[in-house]
């Protein structure tokens, strides 16, 4: 042991700590380690060392010192003009140099103010002339750089030369220290020292748009030293003269620069007039160039937008709109639904866009209106120094906007995607609202607060538009901020209705501080949605619990309500700005009607909207009493029959009705196997998640799936494959209507068009079988996300292809949906993006008038030329309305246009406002997607649309349905789709028909329509009808009096002209067979207008497209109407759209068709039971036509 200690070396004299810790472990008795250990010292930037070097550093190249160097250099320049003002106003003109020498000797003695007043100046200035003639050769000798007569005669350098090595000189040389030095120059050498500090102090605080302010100082600056060198050189001058004081001179200078020229100080000698004439000619050239380049800057300033100050940001709130291009309607849709918002009306608006403001938008910013709280900055995000410029730190939040107008739809994605990443690194905090157009790249801005994916919703409106009418203009209403005025004062009752029930939006309240839903708390939510819509007129459509962040759309009564439960609802305006004004009866408690008492004593809501409040007239909602208030089913016959009864909404749901259920799991005998009519195949079909997502970020939907995925050869429509040889529609023998999508590409956004349409809640047996029809042929990656779905096909062609038309099935459709295409979104012009959409939509009009065609438009405007006829009253007074609500700052003003009002046209574009509205509301885009079925929530509802018959008009009221659906499966509606009858007025140029003429047609009419309806149909009729009015008329005529010759030759040139058009339709007809014929079609199933029947007419006229093929002028239109009064007719026709709850899609039961009587019409659905439940129908509210509006179910308890 000792040994072994003896053998330790011992520590090194100058061993260190740090050197164990870093491994330096070495010693001097290790030779080898000795030898090899050696180190060596660099030292880096040794030429930084040297003396002239830290010289450079610190008087050039450092900011902070540099700044504090010419700080100093510039109260120099200044000190030595001020020494010269002291000692010229001290100094006496009359004595001559060398008297005023002597004097100054003389009288030296006498007194030390004197000697102060006279010497303390020439001592001053010669300390400073030394000072400054050192510093100069320091800085000439510092910034040489191998020529030293370039820096000799540098202006800057002669003047200092001038100003200071004559008073260096006048030491050595007593005899010239009276000699004159014209000092004052030395303000230029100022204004030199005062840029080059104003630009080290932008640098030191890195403030990048100083060139305004620079060029400003400048001017100033040049002003002042000529108005300084004028003054000082003139009065020294007229010495010789005049005598002239110093301010005297300076009045002089100001007279003479501004061009006034009293005259009553002029110059006397000939140096002093040359002088003049010298700095007028200074002037003349160099104040031009300095205010041209002040202009030039102020320009372009002007075009940048300048800054948004760090005090302003501070101090107010304000928002940023990032655009790639900002054109007049973006902006105004923005600030018209941003400002729409009481709570947003101190807000600015900075506006940070790359290009070049628009002079469209520059005369809209100059409005006083949006001038006061709108900036436009030109520059670019990817820029710090812009992001700085528009304090996006500092910002409320910032929209970030796709321009879509772009041919390469994915480029625009991209930039997109930058510009939020940019926001993103610079200000961490702020909000993010990003637009994306491809739903491949959704998944890039995941990190932003709120994204809106325009194709995932365009997709998902176009595919439920095809099942519920109209979805589209349903999610815009809600979308847009409108208080529910538009079309009040027109003379129409559909315009005033359909614009009241536009000003209905989504709000949010919490179930304690709601007088809406507050008495509710502890009851079922179905039950709170049906009382709030009785007692206060509002429709709750969903619901989220405190502890959960998703909303449920509808979770149906199995959900109670909490006290700290968000409720989302639909109403002209939110609770907090509501009054509620209880009736006198009421107060007084005596009885009142409630909803049980008939349609005639249903509350009628009076919406008076002012100032942003409404105030509700609320009835006497209560029950009555139990012993006369149930409602029984109706007797058989005889005058005191009653109306069905309608079950009332329970409180709390009964257990047993709300079991759980196993989505995957299928017990129907009847849905399990689907068989096409002809019994060519027959196909299973399981419930599932598609296997294969197309992009990232796509939210898992349960569907109808095949059991086996489909070979992409078996997709192909108008191709037979070795698995089946169909070349047709026709060969498929497809049961129902098929819905064809024209599109350009396959793009990943298509699948948000079949998911809706394949999910679990959609009946099998009311599939439609979808075929795309592509003008590019889809890829593999696209053909594996939609061969797992049923009836999915494709084919490549275009809808101005006739022959591509026919071959994808188009008379078998019931829909064609016509999507905006990406590489005609861009025109030379602007809004003539549509016009090749436009006319094709109008030709296959004309040659398929039975089909119902839903059009994408890229510009809103252009959904006018949708119905356009030249000369046409009503078209006519449409357009006067719209213009009218414009004008009154209306943000829906294009609402009143037929096509969009029936949800047959719609642009995206009217979805911006779903992304700014979400900035006071951010649940909206959640609700949006739960709506359109992108987003499924367990617990949450779904939107589907039942269609009222017949024999649901007993019903009588809205509110009657409201509490139909509510108490019998659940459901919530919120919105009916109207047809109705409507006048339309004749043009001008159109000769109507007198009334008797058009009576007598109508009986005969009516008359051959009762003897054989299938030999004449609709349209031949009326060439019958008109063929015999000729006759008819011809006999008239002979006898008539020539006064009336000229206005029965216009009549008879006017049915000629609708003969003519008759024709024209028999020819389009035929052109139709014929190419069917040449594609070896069958021509059995083409439908032209000869022979529509009655429905297909009411399809195709709720458009308006048929009003100038029509002899009577009576038409159809269709609107949607959004919670409408609960005293509301329901009428014939009418579609309610309605929110499910997932209880009754999931608990549906399957009865067997042998169950029920075959009279009874039961809705059908679905449901997923335990084997061992005992079904125990309990059929309510029988009709004596042995028809029953709705089936309920009981389950033992013992079963729960």
């Known amino acids: 042991m000792e040994q072994l200690e003896s053998e330790v070396p011992p520590l090194p004299p100058r061993f260190r700590f740090r050197d164990l810790l870093l491994g330096d472990q070495s010693f001097p008795n290790d030779d080898s380690t000795e030898k090899h250990s050696l180190k060596v010292q660099v030292e880096f930037y040794v030429n930084e060392n040297t003396f002239k070097e830290r010289l450079k550093l610190f008087f050039i190249k450092n900011q902070r010192s540099s700044l504090r160097i010419r700080v100093f250099n510039f109260s120099l320049k200044l000190l030595t003009c001020l020494l010269y003002i002291i000692r010229v106003m001290t100094d006496n003109p009359a004595q001559s140099a060398g008297a005023s020498h002597s004097a100054a000797q003389q009288n030296a003695p006498s007194g030390n103010n004197k000697w102060f007043y006279v010497l303390f100046p020439v001592f001053a200035q010669v300390i400073v002339a030394i000072i400054s003639f050192l510093e100069t050769m320091l800085l000439m000798y510092l910034s040489y750089k191998g020529n030293i007569w370039e820096q000799i005669f540098q ?32 303000c230029w050498l100022a204004k030199c020292a005062l840029e080059n500090m104003i630009n080290d102090v932008h640098r030191a605080i890195q403030r990048t748009n100083s060139a305004m302010f620079n060029q400003v100082l400048i001017l100033i600056c040049t002003l002042l030293c000529l108005v300084f060198t004028g003054t000082c050189g003139i009065q020294h001058l007229e010495r010789a003269g005049k005598n002239l004081s110093l301010f005297t001179s300076f009045y002089f200078c100001i007279v003479t620069f501004s061009t006034v020229g009293f005259g009553d100080v002029t110059p006397r000698i000939w140096p002093s007039q040359l002088l003049v004439v010298i700095m007028i000619c200074v002037a003349l050239v160099v104040l031009p160039l300095q205010f041209e380049e002040l202009i030039y800057l102020w320009m372009e300033r002007q075009k940048s937008g300048g800054n948004y100050s760090r005090h302003r940001a501070q101090t107010e709130k304000h928002v940023v709109l990032c655009v790639s291009a900002l054109k007049i309607d973006l902006l105004m849709d923005f600030l018209n639904e941003f400002y729409a918002h009481p709570r947003l009306q101190d807000y600015y608006v900075v506006i940070l866009c790359p290009t070049e403001m628009d002079l469209q938008v520059r005369r809209v910013l100059q409005i006083p209106l949006w001038s006061q709280r709108v900036i436009y900055l030109q520059g670019s995000v990817l820029k710090d120094q812009d992001l700085l410029r528009a304090k996006m730190d500092d910002a409320e939040a910032c929209f970030i906007l796709s321009s879509r107008n772009e041919v390469d739809r994915m480029a625009a994605d991209h930039q ?6 940019a926001v993103k690194d610079f200000a961490p905090n702020c909000p993010l609202y990003v637009q994306i157009l491809k739903p491949e790249n959704k998944f890039h801005v995941k990190f932003a607060d709120h994204v809106v994916c325009e194709e995932e919703f365009k997709y998902a409106m176009l595919a439920l538009n095809c099942v519920c009418p109209a979805t589209s203009t349903l999610v815009t209403l809600l979308v847009h901020t409108s208080r529910g005025r538009e079309g009040q004062q027109s003379p129409e009752q559909w315009q005033r209705m359909y614009g009241c029930c536009s000003g209905n939006e989504v709000y949010h309240i919490k179930v304690c501080d709601s007088k809406f839903f507050g008495e509710y708390n502890g009851k ?16 709750l459509i969903g619901i989220k619990r405190e502890d959960n962040k998703s909303i449920l759309l509808n979770p149906g009564p199995r959900h109670i309500m909490a006290s700290t439960d968000t409720c989302y609802y639909i109403n002209i305006t939110k609770e907090e700005n509501s009054a509620f004004i209880f009736n006198q009866e009421e107060k007084k408690g005596g009885p009142a009607g409630g909803l049980f008492d008939g349609p005639s004593q249903l509350p009628v809501h009076s919406i008076i909207a002012s100032m942003g409040t409404v105030a509700m007239d609320l009835q006497n909602t209560t029950p009555p009493d139990a012993s006369v208030g149930k409602l029984v089913p109706p007797t058989v016959n005889g005058a005191g029959s009653r109306r069905p009864s309608i079950a009332p909404v329970q409180e709390l749901a009964d257990s047993a009705s709300i079991l759980p259920c196993d989505l995957l799991s299928d017990q129907s005998e009847d849905d399990s196997v689907f068989t096409d009519e002809k019994g060519h195949s027959s196909t299973e079909y399981v419930k599932g998640y598609p296997p294969n997502s197309p992009y990232i970020g796509s939210s898992p939907t349960l569907c109808h799936l095949l059991a086996e995925k489909a070979p992409f050869c078996c997709l192909r429509l108008d191709q037979g494959c070795r698995h089946n040889s169909f070349e047709d529609a026709k060969a498929y023998g497809f049961k129902n209507k098929l819905i064809i999508v024209s599109a350009e590409t396959a793009g990943n956004g298509l699948y948000n068009f079949i998911v809706p349409l394949r999910a679990y809640y959609r009946p099998r047996k009311e599939l439609n079988p979808i075929v795309l029809l592509l003008d590019n042929p889809p890829d593999n990656h696209f053909l594996e996300a939609i061969c797992c779905f049923p009836m999915v096909y494709y084919m490549a062609g275009s809808i101005d292809n006739l022959d591509s038309l026919l071959q994808c099935g188009i008379i078998y459709a019931d829909n064609l949906v016509v999507v905006d295409k990406e590489s005609t979104m861009s025109a030379e012009e602007d809004y003539m993006a549509d016009a090749k959409t436009i006319v094709n939509v109008q030709t296959m009009f004309r040659l398929f008038p039975s089909l119902s065609i839903i059009t994408e438009l890229t510009h809103p405007s252009n959904m006018r030329f ?21 004008d009154k700052g209306s943000n829906l003003a294009f609402m009143f246009r037929l096509p969009f009002a029936a949800g047959r046209v719609f642009s995206i574009s009217m979805l911006d406002t779903l992304l700014y509205q979400s900035f006071v509301k951010d649940y909206m885009i959640l609700i949006a997607r739960l709506l359109l079925g992108l987003d499924t929530t367990p617990g949450s509802g779904y939107l589907c649309a039942m269609k009222v018959k017949e024999e649901d008009l007993w019903i009588g009221t809205y509110g009657r349905l409201f509490q139909k659906l509510c108490s019998s499966s659940a459901e919530i509606p919120i919105g009916i789709y109207r047809t109705e009858s409507h006048i339309f007025c004749t043009s001008e140029s159109q000769v109507s028909v007198s009334v008797d003429d058009c009576e007598d047609t109508k009986d005969k009419g009516d008359e051959s329509r009762n003897n054989d309806p299938s030999d004449h149909p609709l349209l031949r009729k009326k060439s019958m009808q008109w063929a015999r009015r000729l006759s008819k008329k011809s006999v008239r005529w002979q006898g008539a009096s ?27 007809s035929e052109l139709v067979r014929n190419r069917m014929r040449h594609l070896g079609l069958p021509t059995s199933g083409y439908d032209d207008l000869t022979n529509l029947t009655a ?15 029509q002899n009577d002028h009576q038409n159809t239109l269709s609107y949607v109407l959004i919670n409408p009064s609960p005293d509301t007719r329901l009428e014939l026709n009418d579609v309610v759209e309605v929110s499910v709850s997932p209880n009754t899609a999931l608990t549906r039961c399957i009865i067997k068709k042998e169950s029920f009587n075959p009279n009874i019409k039961i809705r059908e659905g679905v449901c997923l039971p335990n084997p061992n439940w005992e079904l125990v129908p309990q059929i309510r509210g029988l009709k004596a036509e042995g028809s029953a509006s709705r089936s309920t179910f009981n389950y033992p308890r013992n079963h729960q």
């Open 866 to 886: 949708m119905q356009f006829r030249a000369k046409d009253c009503y078209s006519l007074a449409l357009s006067k309305l719209e213009k009218k609500e414009r």
């Open 416 to 421: 997109t995607i930058l510009r939020a990443w």
């Open 1042 to 1068: 020539r006064d009336s010759s000229k206005e029965n030759a216009q009549r008879i040139a006017q049915q000629r002209l609708n003969l003519y058009r008759r024709s024209e339709r028999e020819e389009l």
């Open 155 to 186: 202006v800057s350098f002669l003047l200092e030369m001038i100003n200071t090595v004559p008073f260096i000189i006048t030491i050595f040389w007593p005899s010239i220290r009276n000699i004159f030095i014209p000092v004052f120059l030395n």
């Open 1095 to 1109: 429905s297909d007419v009411m399809n195709r006229v709720n458009l308006g497209y048929l009003q100038d093929e």
């Open 524 to 539: 079922s939510f179905t039950y709170a949605s049906f009382h709030a819509h009785k007692k206060y007129g509002v429709c």
